[in-house]
């Protein structure tokens, strides 16, 4: 399936982020790239999720493959990121999973390598935390075009005793071009993403028990004296999602999600050739070859009409019916001209 799955961030410092994003590659990578796992990340076994079986061996891959982390790549600057808005360390090339069955490859980094795709996946991101919200601010919601994609977004909250209000605002979308496709796979992609997503909020909810028994942030803050807005705004807003949910390994976990999330969307459609009555316009083409002495097409002995001449006797009566019932018209307009 053609498709970016992305986890999205509310900012309150920097506004919207793209945290983590997977996408499809179907090009075969360069000989000799991403030949060496990246530390503490081996090969793992092979998985069977809901009946697909996957690689799901994670590694590094060079910028070769598309994560480059250079200036020139587009993404914000370094200046312009907090812990809160960083998923991968610095100079982390990202993850790559391998499908055999099909030999695609599933790539995740913090944002798409290729200039076009980040935009796209930028004002999805904007767009699914800030406009395009369903009522209370938390599900799923539909929207985008035929310029910038289709998006599938769910929109949810992670705890974090530390944040204004106790908790921060994420997002994952899903973007695709073929809007029919898309809407086809609501139900599916609605019960997987809730998953992941309850994961998410289940050990964040852990985490903030803890904070909360060790050292209530409520209580602290109903008795602290009063100050400036400005300055409680004291750097709270850089907190990662490894820190509030405290998975050290939680990236990886996703891009195995988001991958298995891609390959069974994609393989859960597929299309069938459905035989039926031919049409005129088939009858017309048999005509033909039955004229010139060609055997006709597969399907057609099957029918319950028999032989050629059972299919022509009844092309005949077709053509006559709907001579009959165009007569009427034709009398009508012969005997008032203005009727069109």
Known sequence: ?????????????????????????????????????????????????GGIQMSSRMRAHSPAE????????????????CEGCRSLAAGHPGYISHDKETSIKYVSHQHPSHPQLFSIVRQACVRSLSCEVCPGREGPIFFGDEQHGFVFSHTFFIKDSLARGFQRWYSIITIMM???????????LLGKVRGIIDELQGKALKVFEAEQFG???????????FTPFLHQRNGNAARSLTSLTSDDNLWACLHTSFAWLLKACGSRLT?????GAPTEDTLVQ???????????????????????????????????????LNQPRRSLREAHPLIS
């Open 1 to 49: 399936m053609n498709a970016i799955v992305a986890l999205c961030h509310f900012c309150e410092l920097h506004g919207p982020r793209t945290l983590f994003c997977t996408e499809v590659l179907h090009a075969p990578l360069p000989q000799g790239a991403g030949n060496e796992d990246s530390p503490g990340q081996g090969e793992q076994a092979e998985e069977e999720e």
């Open 66 to 81: 598309g994560a480059s982390v250079d200036s020139s790549s587009p993404g914000p600057k370094k200046s312009d990121m």
């Open 178 to 188: 073929d809007r029919i496709y898309l809407i086809n796979s609501w139900p599916f």
């Open 215 to 225: 050292c209530p942030q409520r209580a602290q803050r109903m008795n602290t004296a």
């Open 271 to 275: 299309e069938k050739l459905l035989e």
């Open 286 to 324: 048999m005509e033909k070859l039955a004229g010139e002495g060609v055997p006709l097409p597969g399907p057609w002995p099957r029918w319950p009409w028999g032989s050629t001449s059972s299919l022509l006797s009844w092309q005949e009566e077709l053509r006559e019916g709907n001579a009959a």
